[in-house]
Each structure stands twice: as structure tokens, then as C-alpha cells.
């Protein structure tokens, strides 16, 4: 089926422009875009007929790149209640996101290539979005023996990461970047120093102290990136930072770019978003990890992801059943599910005029493409056609119970939000509808 999208506004993040047209798909790929000239000479122009052709007319609503969300996770194999490549998949379509980066931290964790080829099979049957996934760095993610990193290379695992468990060795992990050197793997770490935060449940200061939660200093991320950079330095791996949140942790970043290393960085929708205060009287649906920032931590980072210093925008889905949440702020789990609400959260970056429309894009799609070699996140010819049609204006109030994830653990419920997902295309095909 070959496929005319008129009357659209594209948002191209590798051009940074934010401007009226038409995309033409076909076979799953983008054949070719036009500003809003006459659409029988578009598509005389590529050999077409208007009855060979499918007309989805945009009405004027924008028209993007699907999200390549890297950090995904997906509680197959060991706790599918929590969430499925099914549900996680019915998400991510709602939310615009057309791949899906999945993490291993699961239970037993993504660690041999017979486990990738389980979840993998699962993901291919269930989920209607791309699913690419992640394989832990060190045998169950315990920081003591590297996995085998080229045969789950050739399982498919597109990058290696002991998520928030950070390798405490560094002879351990130097060894392992240096494997992942001679194979051409990205290693995906969590920058925190892990004896400052152990235990730590909000960021401190004034407000953690006056809250009595035991607390971790934003330095402890910079302690972390700044071993992590000096490893970078001596093995000379590629690397990407899952979670930069914190202003102290800038400048190493920017030095490590600047002095020619594979380096580069994300940060997670919710810190991007809020703020410390949220948390508010103990809301356990605030809790997240790293814990949320101050607010000049946010602004910094904001700018960070606004001047490219920050790659990438994540969700960091991270899905929690009700009683490991329903627990003393101390005691409950961290992380919330934000697929759905990832493209609604950045809006409000959007509205309150910090970011536009084709740097998030960049963030959000582009660079994450990039970093994993994907043709993805682009509306130039020839790339696939993984496409989000979405409204930036249209109100909505979050219910957590209509969200497609099993697990409903996010902050942003009840909260008054923009942005609403109208379509989302897979390869050109349509894998969401919001009426549907």
C-alpha cells in the first residue's frame, strides 16, 4: 500500500524544521516529502496516480518521527503481571513510540543468549511496535563476571547495561569495555557513586531533611560519570550514560565530549518534568531513580538537552504493582510507567517555550536512532516509515486507569496535560488509532 500523508506539519529533527507538507510511504519506507504543493503533481512526479493511493488527510496536525524510547522495561520473564511485550507494546503504540529499547533487568535477568531468544520470540509475537533488545553486562547483574558479550551480539542484543545496578569493580568494568571495544558494543551505564547512594530515597537538602528521607548528593552522579570517564579514556569504548540529572554532572560530560570520546548521555522524561517538591507528602508514585532533582538541577538539564550536550530523552518505563508502591516512601519501589505519557509530559517542555517541537524530536528520536545505528528517527527518503500523528494543543486529564500498561504506577495522574497521540505507524502500517 502506498500511502499519502497531506496537509501535515512535519517536524524534522534532522533538518530542525517545523514546517507544512505532505509525506509519501510506501513499501514501509518514506518515498518521498513536498511542502503543500498540488498533490496530483506530487505524486505524477513519483510515478503514481491519486487512485493507486491512500490519502490520510493530517488536518494540520503534526507529524513526527515515532520515539525510539532506549530503557524500556519489560517484565518478561518472571513478573508478566507487572507488565508484557502484549501491554508494553499497546503503550508505546498509544504514546507514539514505535521502538522500543527493552532493558534486562528482569527476573532472571537478560544475561545468555538463550534468555535474548526467549524474550525476543515473545516481543515478535506480542508487541505492535519495533522491539530491539538489551543484554546485561555482567553475569545477573551482579558486577563480578562479564557476560558473553559477542555471542549476544549475534542473539541480537543491540547494547549492554547492568541498569541501576552499577559495577563497583573497576577492574570488572574496565575489562568489560575493553571486550566491548574489540566487538563494536555500546556499553549503557548508570552513572552514581554506590555507597553514596545506597539506601537514598530523595535528593539532598532542605527539603529531604525537613522530610527526614534519607538522602544522596547530587555529586554522587558526578563521582560515578567521572570514573566512568577516565575508563572511557583508557579503553577508548562506546559509551552512553542512561541518566544524566544533575547540573554538577555537566561540565565532566561536556569535557568528555570535547575531548573526542564515545560518549553520550540521556536523561528521563520525569526529571525533565519535576522536581523535588513533588514528592510533596510521601507520594510513592514520585519516586523514581535516580530521586528527582532540584529545580535548578532541572532547568540545567533542560538546557543541556536544549543545546544537544544531552542526547537523548528516555521514559524510563519502569513498571511497579500497586503493594510495592502502597508502601512508606522509604520502603516502596522505584520508578514509574511513562510511555504513554511521555509525548504529553514533553509538551509541557514545548508550552512553556524551553524546547521546541524538532529539538525534541532530535531527542526523542533521532538521537537514539543514531546511537544505535538505526535508519529510524527521520522523515528523508528512504528512512522507515515509524511514524507519530499528535495533536501539541489538545487537553486531556491523566487517567492512570485508562493507561495501557498493566502497571499504573505514574505520577502524572489526574494532572492536566497537552499533547494526544491521534495515530502511530509501525512501517507505514497503523498500529494506533485514537478512536480506534
Avoid at 544522596?216 to 560515578?224: D, H, K, L, N, Y
Wanted: hydrophobic residues 40%; aromatic residues 4%.
Amino acid at each position: 500500500m502506498t500511502t499519502l500523508f497531506l496537509n501535515a506539519r512535519l517536524i524534522d529533527p534532522e533538518t530542525g524544521t517545523d514546517a507544512p507538507g505532505s509525506l509519501l510511504v510506501q513499501r514501509g519506507k518514506i518515498l518521498a516529502r513536498a511542502d503543500q504543493s498540488d498533490k496530483e503533481m506530487f505524486l505524477a512526479d513519483n510515478g503514481l496516480r491519486t487512485k493507486d493511493v491512500q490519502m490520510v488527510d493530517c488536518n494540520g496536525k503534526c507529524l513526527a518521527p515515532g520515539i525510539v524510547d532506549i530503557g524500556v522495561k519489560v517484565c518478561e520473564p518472571g513478573e508478566r503481571h507487572k507488565e508484557s511485550y502484549k501491554s508494553a507494546g499497546l503503550a508505546a503504540a498509544a504514546g507514539g513510540v514505535t521502538t522500543i529499547v527493552t532493558r534486562p533487568d528482569t527476573s532472571p535477568c537478560i544475561d545468555s543468549p538463550e534468555t535474548l531468544e526467549f524474550v525476543t520470540r515473545r516481543a515478535q509475537a506480542d508487541a505492535p511496535v519495533n522491539v530491539l533488545p538489551m543484554a546485561a553486562l555482567t553475569k545477573g547483574r551482579e558486577g563480578r563476571e562479564m557476560t558473553e558479550i559477542g555471542f549476544l551480539l549475534d542473539a541480537g542484543a543491540v547494547a549492554f547495561t547492568d541498569c541501576d545496578h552499577v559495577v563497583t569493580s573497576t577492574k570488572v568494568l574496565s575489562r568489560a569495555l575493553t571486550y566491548a571495544k574489540s566487538c563494536g558494543a555500546l556499553v549503557i551505564a548508570h552513572p552514581q557513586e554506590p555507597g553514596l547512594s545506597q539506601g537514598a530515597a530523595a535528593t539532598s537538602g532542605k527539603f529531604a531533611a525537613l522530610r527526614g528521607l534519607p538522602s544522596v548528593s547530587p555529586m554522587a552522579e558526578r563521582m560515578g560519570l567521572d570514573r566512568d570517564i577516565a575508563l572511557l579514556e583508557m579503553t577508548g569504548a562506546k559509551y552512553h550514560a542512561d541518566q544524566i540529572t544533575t547540573a554538577r554532572a555537566l561540565p565532566a560530560l561536556e569535557r568528555a565530549k570535547a575531548n573526542g570520546l564515545d560518549i553520550t548521555a540521556g536523561t528521563s522524561i520525569h526529571h525533565l518534568t519535576l522536581n523535588e517538591l513533588d514528592v510533596a507528602d510521601y507520594r510513592t508514585f514520585f519516586k523514581v531513580k535516580p530521586p528527582l532533582r532540584s529545580e535548578d538541577d532541572r532547568l540545567a538539564v533542560v538546557e543541556a538537552v536544549r543545546s544537544g550536550l544531552i542526547d537523548v530523552i528516555s521514559s524510563m518505563h519502569t513498571p511497579q504493582d500497586e503493594e510495592s508502591k502502597r508502601l512508606p516512601f522509604e520502603e516502596a519501589a522505584a520508578g514509574a510507567v511513562a510511555l504513554e505519557t511521555l509525548l504529553p509530559a514533553a509538551m509541557r517542555l514545548y508550552h512553556a517555550e524551553l524546547l521546541d517541537l524538532p529539538t525534541l524530536f532530535r531527542a526523542m528520536a533521532l538521537n537514539p536512532s543514531r546511537r544505535l545505528g538505526l535508519a529510524s528517527g527521520r522523515l528523508s527518503a528512504g528512512a522507515p516509515a515509524d511514524l507519530v500523528l499528535f495533536d501539541p494543543d489538545a487537553p486531556l486529564v491523566l487517567d492512570r486507569f485508562k493507561l495501557q500498561s498493566k502497571s499504573k504506577n505514574t505520577p502524572f495522574d489526574t494532572q492536566r496535560m497537552q499533547g494526544r497521540v491521534l495515530a502511530t505507524y509501525v512501517a507505514g502500517e497503523p498500529v494506533y488509532r485514537k478512536d480506534a
